[in-house]
């Protein structure tokens, strides 16, 4: 049974590039809120990036979104099954999901499952625009 990797670095973000010659990702818009206009709100598409450590053996990555207010599960994905060697190297994994439906603001988690164990968790907030009557312009210096 492979062991439960570590987990390095857990992002999300709005794409991730990767470098042809050296390999290298470049992480683009890094975020952990979105504010969306009205509800249900679909998001186009986002990415997913994890590093990985103490890792050997076949694994089977899975992503899941939780709204938490209701427990539904609103995003799923996959990648496919990788074989790690090295324990001692670190390993990138990625994912875009696309079409994310939020039905109302609130928080909600990604999960990072291997070989369906819960190895992460990433909260991500969905927030309806502040009004700027919450921002506190227009208010006279006293």
């Not at 050296?22 to 992480?27: D, F, P």
């Not at 998001?43 to 938490?68: C, R, T, V, W």
């Not at 090295?86 to 603001?105: G, H, T």
Request: hydrophobic fraction near 40%; include cysteine; charged fraction near 25%.
């Amino acid at each position: 049974m492979p062991v439960i990797p570590k987990i390095n670095s857990f992002l999300l973000c709005d794409y991730i590039i990767q470098e042809h010659r050296t390999g290298k990702k470049s992480l683009i818009g890094i975020f952990h809120n979105i504010v969306a206009g009205k509800f249900p709100f679909a998001h186009p598409s986002l990415f997913i990036y994890a590093n990985l450590s103490d890792a050997q053996g076949i694994y089977d990555f899975e992503m899941k979104l939780i709204d938490l207010e209701s427990q539904a599960v609103i995003g799923h994905g996959r990648i496919p099954k990788i074989e790690i060697s090295d324990r001692l190297k670190p390993v990138e994994i990625a994912m875009n999901i696309r079409q994310l439906v939020f039905p109302n603001p609130g928080k909600y988690e990604f999960q990072l499952f291997a070989n369906a164990e819960l190895v992460e968790c990433r909260d991500l907030w969905v927030t309806e625009p502040r009004k700027p009557e919450d921002t506190g312009a227009g208010l006279a210096d006293n």
